[in-house]
């Protein structure tokens, strides 16, 4: 497990500033946030600022020094198609909002660096005017990419349609891409120029520690080991759950008990109709959401989940034995990040096809204690994420010789 890192060097007065778009789940702030959280420690001096569509930001705790500002909300519908949140007015005129307020935080702040999150011209193409305008100026920007985006061949097509690997080309300066290539190269079928491939820089996966002061589990009824069950941000999790809930309702002599954090954007239904049938279970306890996933995942013996990002990056860290459950649709990142884990002996993998039957999750639960660790498989580097990051970050505000630039003087 990694420990959280001292503060060994000094990046005075800089400034970053981080693009999340945020219109579904958790996993794009939980990202930027592990990020952030990273670099100020390692760095006296710097200061961060991050934007984020997520409704839920302010549930987060956020270290000195990171701070974030809310723009208005937007969710993607199950269809592929976008509505404003929280406002009632066309998601033409929210989007207008986000970007005024994208641009005019960007020249207020004047940041160093500018850190975009997973989309490279953001939401419907709300990042372009700000990347123009920072054309010129010294503030550096870098892609941040995870390590599987979607099924290759339906990125390579849905990316073509806007052009996007020439406006990387022409509006980035970096591409980080916070996996390894030995484990998934995310732009393997695209037709990329050397010029962008000398941008692409492979991080390794981004370790996770557990905070330096916490309070593990006061508000928890559990008595004995547990597997966590965690769909996320849950709005689309219920299938998993449901498996899961039918396995313990249909057999009390599983090897451990289990936690399920239901996450935030379960619907209400689903929520209160798994609550009911963990009532009626001793060895099942059920959660709506818990800021401090990190504790609740190291005290837990195994981990069941849809194979997100983050939580992977959670499995690796804290080296739990995992079955995970990967979400079909609309997007297969998460299939294709199961099966390749898998194939390395890194966890195991059930698809979410046919009935579903109880028999075959009981099976898999029953198995879980005997799998081998994450840590017997890693690739040599592959939670080395953060560490680059920080190297990365201190090199891209010096000169060749070492010294900070004033990149604000050339805002002004």
Not at 91 to 104: G, H, P, Q, Y
Not at 239 to 256: I, K, N
Request: glycine share 8%; aromatic share 8%; with cysteine.
């Amino acid at each position: 497990m990694r420990e959280p890192r001292e503060v060994t060097e000094r990046l005075n007065a800089k400034r970053l500033m981080i693009y999340s778009h945020d219109t579904f789940g958790l996993g794009h702030l939980r990202r930027c946030r592990a990020i952030a959280h990273s670099l100020v420690e390692r760095f006296k001096g710097l200061t961060i600022l991050i934007l984020s569509g997520s409704p839920i930001i302010a549930n987060f705790d956020f270290r000195a020094r990171v701070d974030f500002i809310r723009i208005p909300g937007v969710i993607k519908l199950f269809n592929g198609e976008y509505t404003s949140l929280g406002l009632k007015i066309d998601l033409k005129d929210t989007l207008s909002i986000r970007e005024s307020i994208i641009r005019n935080t960007t020249r207020e702040f004047a940041p160093d660096l500018f850190l975009v999150d997973k989309e490279p011209l953001g939401l419907k193409g709300e990042m372009t005017d700000t990347l123009r305008m920072l054309k010129g100026t010294a503030t550096k920007t870098i892609l941040g990419l995870r390590d599987i985006m979607d099924e290759p061949t339906l990125l390579k097509r849905e990316w073509a349609g806007r052009d996007m690997l020439s406006a990387m080309d022409d509006l980035y300066d970096e591409i980080w891409i916070y996996g390894l290539e030995e484990f998934f190269n995310p732009l393997a079928t695209m037709d990329v120029t050397p010029a962008l491939r000398d941008k692409m820089i492979y991080t390794g996966y981004l370790p996770r520690s557990l905070p330096k002061e916490h309070n593990p589990l006061e508000k928890l009824e559990m008595e004995e080991p547990y597997i966590l069950v965690t769909p996320g941000g849950g709005g689309d999790g219920a299938t998993m759950v449901d498996w899961v809930m039918r396995a313990y309702e249909g057999d009390d002599a599983l090897p451990s008990g289990a936690l399920m954090v239901l996450g935030p954007f379960m619907p209400p239904e689903f929520r209160a109709e798994f609550m009911d049938r963990a009532a009626k279970l001793d060895r099942v306890e059920v959660i709506s959401f818990d800021s401090r996933m990190e504790v609740l995942m190291a005290n837990s013996v195994g981990v069941i989940s849809m194979g997100g990002y983050n939580t992977f990056c959670e499995i690796l860290s804290y080296d739990k034995r995992a079955l995970v459950i990967p979400r079909m649709e609309p997007r297969k990142e998460q299939l294709y990040r199961a099966s390749r884990a898998q194939e390395l002996g890194l966890s195991k993998m059930l698809i979410p096809d046919g009935d579903l039957d109880t028999r075959t999750m009981v099976e898999a639960l029953r198995n879980l204690p005997d799998q081998n660790k994450p840590s017997e498989s890693l690739l040599p580097g592959m939670l080395d994420g953060l560490d680059r990051i920080g190297a990365l970050v201190r090199s891209s505000v010096e000169d060749e010789d070492g010294i900070q630039r004033p990149l604000r003087a050339l805002w002004s």
